[in-house]
Nanobody
Framework: VQLQASGGGLVRSGDSLRLSCAVS????????MGWFRQSPEKEREFVAA????????YYADSVKGRFTISRDDAKNTVYVQMNSLKPEDTAVYYC???????????????WGQGTQVTVSS
């Protein structure tokens, strides 16, 4: 499974941004796709996840109600729509693929390269 994340940028507080993760490889439709983020001096933290097959979604409390994860079967792409962005959302965002739903990064086997999101106040 290969993952390619994109869509990061510099935005202002309250703005929106959509990240994309293009997925390729065998049997990725059986995977759980996750988004994580990491800011300097912090551990990588769970943001959201989606079961590709069922579309069931899971969110960290810090983003619930503001972020929406989705997938497009035709484009083999997973998205996270981020609304009402805050300065504390500033981080490098990574997409990942794993076999089970988990908030723990070590349970994901495949990772994209990361995309920087910076939210100014």
């Amino acid at each position: 499974v290969q993952l390619q994340a994109s869509g990061g940028g510099l935005v202002r507080s309250g703005d929106s941004l959509r990240l994309s993760c293009a997925v390729s490889g065998r049997a990725f439709s059986s995977y759980v796709m996750g988004w994580f983020r990491q800011s300097p001096e912090k551990e990588r933290e769970f943001v959201a996840a989606i079961r590709w097959g069922t579309g069931s979604t899971y969110y960290a409390d810090s983003v619930k109600g503001r972020f929406t994860i989705s997938r497009d079967d035709a484009k083999n792409t997973v998205y996270v729509q981020m609304n009402s962005l805050k300065p504390e959302d500033t981080a490098v965002y990574y997409c990942a693929a794993g076999a089970t739903v988990s908030r723990l990064s070590y349970n994901y086997n495949y990772w994209g390269q990361g995309t920087q999101v910076t939210v100014s106040s």
